[in-house]
């Protein structure tokens, strides 16, 4: 049977990395994002610059962690069906 451990581990991180951007998008909203959403301005933009790119990176890493999973076990089911034939 095949091996897929590098595959685990990626999506393992990627869980991981959408688990810390989601905390720093709330640290960036609490320290000046709300500001930008509430009034229209921001008085301290490092808060707000980090809270919509740790809002995107949450984006990107949650989508590209379920596309593996999902990628994952279609080549399980693959590589059952093939070592299946070879047995046959």
């Known amino acids: 049977m095949y ?10 991180i990627m869980f991981c990395l ?5 905390i720093l998008t709330f640290i960036g909203f609490a320290g000046g994002g709300e500001e930008l959403i509430r009034y229209g301005f921001m008085n301290n933009p490092g808060h ?4 919509f790119v740790s809002a995107g990176v949450f984006i990107i890493s949650i989508l ?12 399980t089911e693959e590589l059952k069906y093939i070592d299946s034939k070879k047995q046959n």
């Open 3 to 12: 091996d897929l451990e590098r595959t685990k581990k990626t999506i393992i």
């Open 18 to 22: 959408s688990a810390v951007s989601l």
């Open 48 to 51: 707000t610059i980090l809270m």
């Open 64 to 75: 590209t962690g379920f596309g593996f999973k999902a990628l994952f076990k279609d080549i």
